[in-house]
């Protein structure tokens, strides 16, 4: 293989080791990978006049998010403060684990059901190996539980998720904001496994249960394998 090829392989592989995560849906108001770990929003700033604000369900909705590190615990909370900066968040489910990368959804993540009719914030934060992550998504918030956009809830397969108790993320899920850990290592002390179990595109449909084992597609970790067979592959016919 030509030496133009193997460096074109060498950076797809190096792309997906260097990735963080991303928040699929509810759409992320932006993703910048290198800022990913500055608070509340990726170095963001949410603009609901510019941003993709798309209807959120108080009675349940997804969260769908795609993980490129092989572990990381995940926090997901919601505030009504429109600027996102302030501490008032409420933490929306119990800490939860994630083992194995790929596309992991929470198809039933409530809200109180007063929030009706009014505009927020959902924030998505993971403690991962090389620190904490923040995504956030502009959203209106509205009556109900989802019964659309279901195709936006798939998990990849070998995904496992169970409920922790996560050091680092237990002061922002009080709304402390000022405490997150960028030096954080990504691990948690388990407390409970979820009940809920699944095979197919989405997990358990429990009010904001995380699934045991899911089914899907392909994870990136799979990919960044093949890539690098490849890699190997050419070194050896180059030989």
């Not at 592989?13 to 990913?36: M, Q, R």
């Not at 909370?77 to 800490?95: F, H, K, V």
Request: net charge negative; proline share 6%; glycine share 10%.
């Amino acid at each position: 293989m030509a030496p133009l090829a193997s460096a074109a392989l060498l950076l797809a592989a190096s792309a997906v080791v260097n990735a963080h995560f991303t928040l699929d849906y509810p759409p992320t108001i932006g993703f910048d990978d290198d800022k990913e770990g500055t608070a509340p929003c990726g170095s963001f700033t949410p603009d609901f006049s510019k941003d993709n604000v798309t209807d959120f369900h108080v009675g349940g909705d997804n969260v769908a998010i795609n993980l490129l590190h092989p572990q990381g615990t995940w926090l997901y909370r919601a505030t009504l403060d429109q600027t996102a900066s302030g501490n008032n968040w409420t933490q929306l489910r119990p800490e939860t684990m994630q083992t194995g990368l790929g596309k992991f959804c929470q198809p039933a993540i409530a809200v109180p059901e007063s929030w009706a009719g009014q505009k927020g914030i959902i924030n998505v934060i993971v403690d991962a190996p090389d620190g904490v992550l923040y995504q956030c998504a502009a959203v209106n918030f509205v009556a109900g539980a989802a019964t659309e956009n279901q195709s936006t809830c798939t998990n990849s397969s070998g995904v496992t998720a169970s409920f922790v108790t996560d050091a680092n993320l237990a002061p922002l899920a009080a709304g402390n904001d000022s405490a997150g850990d960028a030096t954080s290592s990504g691990t948690g002390t388990a407390s409970s496994t979820p009940t809920s179990t699944g095979t197919g595109s989405s997990s358990s449909s429990t009010k904001n249960a995380a699934p045991g084992r899911v089914g899907g597609s392909l994870p990136l970790g799979n990919v960044a394998g093949v890539v690098l067979a490849a890699m190997l592959g050419s070194a050896y016919m180059m030989l």
